[in-house]
């Protein structure tokens, strides 16, 4: 089987909107330090280019947890791999989450999270996916909403490839 990727939203319109987000951020914070906590492995691409572009200072730090494996939905078990290595507690935590989709795996980092004492506690995410919902997350902003497909690029993968595509695909099966 064959895989074949179609551009859903291109390069430039990521990074327009990733400026966008970075701009509302910078104001919420002003006169304030982020924290941003990416969600290894797919959060890195979007957590840097939008880390580039805020204005204040910012921190980062990183967790890993994992619901997908090589699969193309969510298990629905979430696997925890790696926690951050400091104490948010009485920071401005923003987690960097690259696609909500049926959201058990952002709701149990926000669970998590909200018990270690965060002065405030932000989610957002590039990319959502409000068809695959099974887990109600609050998110604060959005790059994106996407339909059911499955997406790969900008940090998301398929059995770990395409991640560096700089732009998000649609993934096709070919047999």
Do not use: W
């Not at 997908?68 to 009485?90: A, H, M, N, P």
């Not at 989610?123 to 998110?139: A, E, G, M």
């Amino acid at each position: 089987m064959t895989e074949k990727i179609s551009v859903l939203i291109s390069e430039e319109d990521v990074n327009k909107r990733i400026q966008e987000m970075a701009d509302e951020l910078s104001k919420k914070y002003e006169g304030k330090t982020i924290h941003l906590v990416g969600i290894l492995k797919g959060s890195v691409f979007f957590l840097c280019e939008l880390a580039k572009r805020i204005t204040v200072p910012v921190t980062l730090d990183f967790m890993s947890v994992s619901s997908y494996g090589d699969e193309t939905s969510s298990s629905g078990r979430v696997k925890f791999i790696k926690d951050l290595d400091e104490s948010i507690e009485g920071r401005e935590v923003v987690v960097v989450e690259d696609i909500l989709d049926s959201g058990r795996t952002l709701s149990y980092v926000v669970n998590i999270l909200h018990a270690r004492g965060p002065e405030s506690l932000s989610v957002i995410t590039l990319l959502d996916k409000p068809d695959r919902r099974v887990v109600d997350v609050d998110l604060d902003m959005t790059g994106f909403t996407i339909p059911d497909k499955f997406v790969v690029g900008y940090g998301l993968d398929y059995a770990q490839k395409y991640r560096n595509l700089p732009y998000v695909g649609v993934i096709d099966f070919i047999d």
